[in-house]
């Protein structure tokens, strides 16, 4: 079985600083990572994902992510944050040879001016 | 536009009145699934189905059934709603379980159920 851990509920940052929001996965098997986001009254969408190869992710909106095995995380930075990244984001996981994704309880991104 | 499209967008309803969520892709999409979110316990599935007349359950099936007649629509029906199914109902669709399984899952707007 796998499972998701996300570690913050809720992150408040200030516009144009960084965030990191962290994720730590379990499984016993080989794992493919995804992060989705939620902006307010819509559904999910794919951020990024790590299927193989580098371990540093790029996805849309300048958002990356760095999958360690040794510390099973899969953490998402952005060095730089805009009022229109508040969301909710949602880390996931599916086993390789899996038939399911497995996703966090969710971390709220609240950007101040 | 390629999209998943529920209804209800909003309902208020009481114990034991039978109601049903629909959900249709334009995508073509042979997988599709039910997720329900709550706070702090993230997107949960409920049931899913890998191809017409093919479903399963997912980790909360209880008190919901579904069905999948046709390719793009995958209803979820809640025969005796209670209090515990108030929350926010997602369907997803994915051109493939195994689309799928690699993260390429497009969802609807989400549905939120509020039962009292």
């Known amino acids: 079985a796998q499972s998701v851990t996300q570690l913050d509920s809720q992150v408040p940052v200030f516009e144009e600083a960084p965030v990191e929001l962290r994720?730590?996965?379990?499984?016993?098997?080989?794992?493919?990572?995804?992060?989705?986001?939620?902006?307010?009254?819509?559904?999910?969408?794919?951020?990024?994902?790590?299927?193989?190869g580098s371990t540093l992710v790029k996805g849309i909106n300048g958002f990356e992510a760095e999958f360690n095995k040794s510390q099973?995380?899969?953490?998402?930075?952005?060095?730089?944050?805009?009022?229109?990244?508040?969301?909710?984001?949602?880390?996931?996981?599916?086993a390789a040879a899996?038939?399911?994704?497995?996703?966090?309880?969710?971390?709220?991104?609240?950007?101040?001016? | 536009e390629a999209q998943v499209t529920?209804?209800?967008?909003?309902?208020?309803?009481?114990?034991?009145?039978?109601?049903?969520?629909?959900?249709?892709?334009?995508?073509?999409?042979?997988?599709?699934?039910?997720?329900?979110?709550?706070?702090?316990?993230?997107?949960?599935?409920?049931?899913?189905?890998?191809?017409v007349e093919v479903t399963d359950k997912g980790d909360v099936p209880e008190g919901y059934k579904v069905s999948r007649k046709e390719k793009r629509n995958f209803p979820l029906i809640l025969e005796s709603p209670s209090p515990n199914q108030t929350s926010l109902y997602f369907?997803?669709?994915?051109?493939?379980?195994?689309?799928?399984?690699?993260?390429?899952?497009?969802?609807?707007?989400?549905s939120r159920l509020t039962v009292l």
């Open chain 1, 72 to 94: 099973t995380s899969f953490h998402l930075r952005k060095p730089s944050v805009h009022i229109s990244d508040t969301a909710e984001y949602f880390c996931a996981v599916s």
């Open chain 2, 6 to 51: 529920q209804n209800p967008r909003y309902l208020i309803t009481v114990t034991g009145k039978k109601l049903t969520v629909t959900c249709s892709q334009n995508m073509n999409h042979e997988y599709m699934s039910w997720y329900r979110q709550d706070p702090g316990l993230g997107l949960r599935q409920i049931y899913y189905s890998m191809n």
């Open chain 1, 23 to 52: 994720c730590n996965y379990s499984s016993s098997v080989s794992v493919y990572l995804f992060w989705y986001v939620q902006y307010p009254n819509q559904g999910l969408q794919l951020l990024l994902k790590y299927l193989s």
């Open chain 2, 91 to 110: 369907c997803a669709s994915s051109l493939s379980f195994r689309a799928m399984n690699t993260g390429e899952l497009f969802f609807g707007e989400g």
């Open chain 1, 98 to 113: 899996g038939n399911k994704l497995t996703f966090g309880g969710g971390t709220r991104v609240l950007v101040k001016p």
